[in-house]
């Protein structure tokens, strides 16, 4: 946990519309990333970010952009949501060099 | 690129007894580290243990250990006298040291283990 917190943790929508997830973080972590769990995938990376407005392609970033316009919050937004976005969402952080990333709780979105 | 397979999808073990979780780590970097991560049905991702490529000893947090076999490119977890709250899916994770890789992990597919009473 580590104080962070996603919003929402559920959401339905449906196709073409846009989507924001946000992440909150309360212990001044430098580095946030946002994955995505699928089954048989694990979690893999979309997109990260080393500091505030400084931001960064992960391996499944296409159809996400992200912004971090303070150093608590990371968003991740769904342009135009299609049915392959349909997943469980983490966001995560981290404030050094060890590697041991703090989760959030994840949020499932669903896109019909 | 790094690689990591966990070729185990599910795993089932009785109350009190040892399980070991597979997992193959693939990579042309000389450092880094390895996660076991667990993933209860509460959906949070917790970190069970850590290991360095570069130390010998394998990593040990009270009932869980690693097998780390660096040539063979093997790093697998025991759990010892299991217990029902052990029940998760378990995912092993590789990171690339240095640089600004910090958080960049790459994950295996996971192993779902449930524990019997």
Known sequence: ?112 | AQTVTQSQPEMSVQEAETVTLSCTYDTSESNYYLFWYKQPPSRQMILVIRQEAYKQQNATENRFSVNFQKAAKSFSLKISDSQLGDTAMYFCAGLKAGGTSYGKLTFGQGTILTVHP
């Open chain 1, 1 to 112: 946990d580590a104080g962070i917190t996603q919003s929402p943790r559920h959401k339905v929508t449906e196709t073409g519309t846009p989507v924001t997830l946000r992440c909150h973080q309360t212990e001044n972590h430098r580095y946030m990333y946002w994955y995505r769990q699928d089954p048989g995938h694990g979690l893999r990376l979309i997109h990260y970010s080393y500091g505030v407005k400084d931001t960064d392609k992960g391996e499944v970033s296409d159809g996400y952009s992200v912004s971090r316009s303070k150093t608590e919050d990371f968003l991740l937004t769904l342009e135009s949501a299609t049915s392959s976005q349909t997943s469980v969402y983490f966001c995560a952080a981290t404030g050094g060099y060890t590697g041991e990333l703090f989760f959030g709780e994840g949020s499932r979105l669903t896109v019909l």
